[in-house]
């Protein structure tokens, strides 16, 4: 009986996710052009190639250095927003569906939109900044700027999940705790480090975790703003595996990297779950 | 510290001094801003303008919320709301632009026009100066939404046709097979429940970057390539809508189904009679959030479609782009509007259920 529920989403399952995971682990094994039907197995020779190739090493790195710039700063922020719309304050839900709308608008019309932000001259930043008598930056077309505007773009589209998160994770840490801590005289500072911070140990672990997978795959903007440029400092991984795949159409390789990034993201996160749960130990033994 | 007592008198006096500072400071300090020469002076008095609307604002806030306190977390948030909103007015504001024009500095940012009378001279008013100069009035120009609309080389309402059609066939089919799956999860016993649902969760975090060769190759096979399928099918199951309602199914009391069971009543009717009628909350959740999903995805109508006839909004968005270049602004805006106002309506609408769904997502 069970099976005739669960029939459907599972057969979808099948032919969706795992049968096209362990066809693309035959797939990567393969020398595959698509459109040009003749493959030729050379076993783990895609592997090797990707690895010392060293376009695709500078997308990884491009991918890392993204992840660990715009993830930190993105949970700092929405904590931050999650602490100050936390307040029992008449009015606070309009604030909290404002800080919202940024993440659900389209990814397309929001790179349209950062592209025109971060315009020279006329854009909206560096007009601002003019205002200070600061001469014009072309943010996407400098090699110094470019992944850091994504980086700030990210920051700015990330903040509503994390942000209602967070506001969960608040909402769930019980009022006796600081109740105690108040009779043991501690400052709201004091309070924050040893309560709240450590009672929202799980949530940012979730935050975490999500937010690294979503950054080490950011794909739309950089098709749509920087094209990977200039001189390829942006071309984070997954749009040079997008290239690999359907611009220059080499199947194979392209399976072997995104396996190649799978690994590293599963390292990732379990890597995260470790230091977390580290984290959780030390603090129910203090 | 009597004075510092809530809601006292002293608190609005605060605020009241503070907005009447701020309002009076801010001519000065922008007339300052004018005169200006030398750039430190310029920077000096830009910051001071700013403070001073700061100022303003929180006296604003600390007179009407009747706390000094409050005045500060109101400040703090009203600015940050500014700030995050600021991308979107101003891409309102180009938008109502006249077509074709060069973005305008901020002073002109507010599309005015010379207004002219029935035989199209200007119409002249007298100046600040007592000459006579043209009248200037504000003029928003919606007709480039019109023709965005129907742009004559673009199909833009087939792109909302056929986003409607695969959205709201991806919705309706997705919450028919999750909610059945969820439903075998949460209240049926049989064997490799668990590993099953490991699978979904597994699915869910990391199958994404490898799928997209295979499942475009089988797609392909299919002749599926252009055609609605390509878009629907992938969708109609989702790893995390099952997870959410599993969630959502086993909250609910057993004892209800036990009863009803007792009556003789199958799983099917169990499912559809007592637990999706008291699951609407969590159904709206799921299917909010797959709605945005499908709405805004980019990649796959990007590969699974190639005729201009079979785009999505989000990728006929980006032909768009690409048939402007890095120009006319008002149009491009326009467009990106156009995509995202649907949005904002129904998350408007349904945003208590989006809020619902992130929180319930991360409960593990």
Not at chain 1, 34 to 40: A, G, Q, S, T, V
Not at chain 2, 73 to 88: D, G, H, K, R, V
Not at chain 2, 181 to 210: C, D, I, N, Q, T
Not at chain 2, 287 to 292: E, L
């Amino acid at each position: 009986m069970g099976w005739l529920f669960v029939g459907p989403a599972t057969i979808h399952l099948a032919v969706f996710a795992l049968i096209p995971m362990l066809y693309a682990l035959v797939l990567s094994l393969y020398k595959f052009q698509l459109f040009r039907e003749n493959p030729e197995f050379t076993g783990l020779r895609n592997y090797s190639l990707a690895l010392t190739e060293e376009p695709f090493l500078n997308s990884l790195w491009h991918s890392f250095r993204f992840a660990i710039m715009s993830v930190p700063l993105g949970m700092a922020l929405a904590l931050g927003i999650a602490l100050l719309v936390n307040q029992k304050l008449r009015g606070m839900a309009i604030f909290r569906t404002l800080f919202y709308i940024p993440a659900i608008s389209s990814g397309v019309a929001i790179s349209m939109l950062w592209i025109y932000v971060f315009l020279p001259d006329t854009g909206m930043i560096n007009m601002a900044t003019s205002l200070f008598g600061i001469s014009s930056v072309d943010f996407l077309n400098r090699t110094e700027w470019a992944m850091l505007a994504l980086v700030f773009m990210s920051m700015w589209v990330g903040l509503g999940p994390r942000m209602v998160l967070f506001l969960a994770g608040l909402v769930n840490i019980p009022t006796s705790l600081y109740e105690a801590a108040e009779i043991d005289g501690a400052s709201n500072w004091r309070q924050f480090w040893n309560v709240t911070l450590p009672m929202l140990v799980p949530t940012t672990f979730f935050v975490l975790v999500t937010s690294t997978i979503g950054a080490m795959q950011i794909f739309t903007p950089v098709y749509m703003m920087t094209k990977g440029g200039p001189e390829e400092s942006t071309d984070v991984v997954g749009y040079h595996i997008y290239n690999e795949a359907w611009v220059n159409f080499n199947t194979g390789l392209a399976s072997a990297k995104s396996f190649i990034l799978l690994a590293i993201i599963v390292v990732i996160s379990i890597f995260q779950f470790r230091l977390m749960r580290s984290q959780i130990r030390e603090f129910s033994a203090s | 510290m009597n004075l510092w007592r809530k809601n006292h008198w002293f608190h609005r006096a605060i605020g009241l001094v503070c907005l009447v500072a701020g309002l009076g400071l801010l001519p000065l300090f922008f007339d300052g801003y004018q005169k200006a020469t030398v750039d430190s002076d310029i920077r000096l008095n830009i910051a001071l303008v700013i403070g001073a609307v700061l100022l303003s604002v929180f006296g604003l806030c600390a007179l009407l919320s009747g706390g000094i306190k409050k005045g500060f977390s109101y400040t703090t948030l009203i600015s940050i709301a500014a700030f995050l909103m600021a991308p979107f007015v101003w891409m309102v504001l180009i938008s109502l632009n006249p077509s074709k024009t060069p973005i305008p500095p901020i002073s002109e940012l507010i599309p005015r026009a010379v207004e002219k009378d029935a035989k199209n001279q200007p119409i002249m008013v007298p100046g600040p100066d007592g000459k006579p100069t043209e009248k200037v009035v504000i003029q928003p120009r919606w007709d480039n939404y019109d023709f965005v609309f129907n742009h004559p080389n673009l199909p833009v309402k087939r792109f909302f046709f056929n986003t409607v059609v695969v959205t709201l066939a991806v919705v309706i089919g997705q919450l028919f097979v999750t909610s059945l799956a969820a439903y075998a999860f949460a209240r049926l016993k049989f064997k490799g429940r668990e590993l099953l649902f490991m699978l979904f969760l597994g699915s869910m975090m990391f199958a994404g970057p490898v799928t997209q060769i295979p499942v475009y190759l089988l797609i392909r096979n299919l002749g599926w390539l252009d055609t609605y399928w390509a878009l629907i099918i992938p969708g109609v199951s989702s790893a995390f809508s099952v997870f959410l309602l599993r969630q959502q199914f086993m909250s609910i009391s057993p004892e209800l189904d036990e009863a009803a069971r007792m009556d003789g009543a199958g799983e099917f009717r169990i499912y559809s009679r007592i637990i999706l009628p008291l699951s609407k909350a969590a159904l709206a959740t799921a299917g909010a959030f797959t709605f945005f999903g499908v709405w805004t995805d980019f990649f796959n109508p990007l590969i699974y479609t190639n005729s201009t006839e079979m785009r999505t909004l989000e990728v006929g968005l980006s032909i768009f782009k690409n048939s402007y270049g890095g120009t006319n602004w008002p149009l491009q805006m326009t467009a990106a509007v156009i995509v995202m106002l649907p949005l904002l309506v129904v998350f408007l609408f349904c945003q208590r259920f989006f809020v619902r769904g992130v929180m319930l997502g991360s409960i593990k």
